[in-house]
């Protein structure tokens, strides 16, 4: 129940409705917290059932819950029916939830950090004009991280992306009244 309460507070307020919702929503629902009982103790957090949930509405995309997910065709606003909804489903899917819970494992870095390595490197290659800029991981982002220069970004309005096309498209908003560096075409071309 804590793990739910601190996800939905600290990981999907201002991010996702649905998420919000549902985190607060599940530490209420006993059924669903034994579920994560099937996975291995390391693995028993919140974002390893939702991240289930929404594997399994990849094949269920006219289940009703699946109308809340936009990633599943869904446009539905998220309202007192999104809990039922997923209880619904999860009961549905009991023995296929369950398995995936035991055998799969979240990894929890995203790309959505690839902001901060962007626009890191952008401010460190105005300091040293004409030299190359080099990003070596040791971590467990599996490489993600390493692409950072071949994803499009959009910050406060501004566009930013490699020469030609990115099928990625990375969005953030913009808090406090500091100033976006390193956005400019010029300097997306850093060395990877």
Do not use: W
């Amino acid at each position: 129940r804590t793990l739910f309460r601190l996800f939905a507070t600290t990981q999907c307020e201002g991010r996702s409705a649905l998420y919000t919702r549902l985190g607060h929503g599940l530490v209420e629902e006993e059924s669903l917290l034994r579920m994560l009982l099937a996975a291995p103790p390391a693995q028993r957090r919140p974002s390893l059932l939702l991240a289930s949930v929404n594997h399994l509405l990849g094949e269920c995309r006219d289940d009703p819950l699946a109308a809340y997910y936009p990633i599943h065709g869904g446009d539905r606003p998220v309202d007192d029916q999104a809990l039922p909804a997923f209880h619904a489903f999860c009961t549905t899917r009991d023995a296929e939830l369950r398995d995936l819970l035991a055998t799969r494992n979240t990894q929890t870095n995203e790309i959505r950090r690839c902001f901060a390595l962007r626009l890191g490197l952008a401010r460190i290659a105005e300091r040293r004009p004409g030299r190359p800029v080099a990003l070596l991981e040791i971590g467990a982002s599996a490489g993600l991280n390493l692409a950072f220069d071949a994803h499009a970004y959009r910050v406060a309005g501004q566009v930013a992306g490699p020469e030609g096309d990115s099928p990625v498209m990375l969005s953030t908003v913009l808090r406090g009244d500091g100033p976006v560096d390193g956005l400019d075409r010029k300097s997306t071309r850093l060395n990877s």
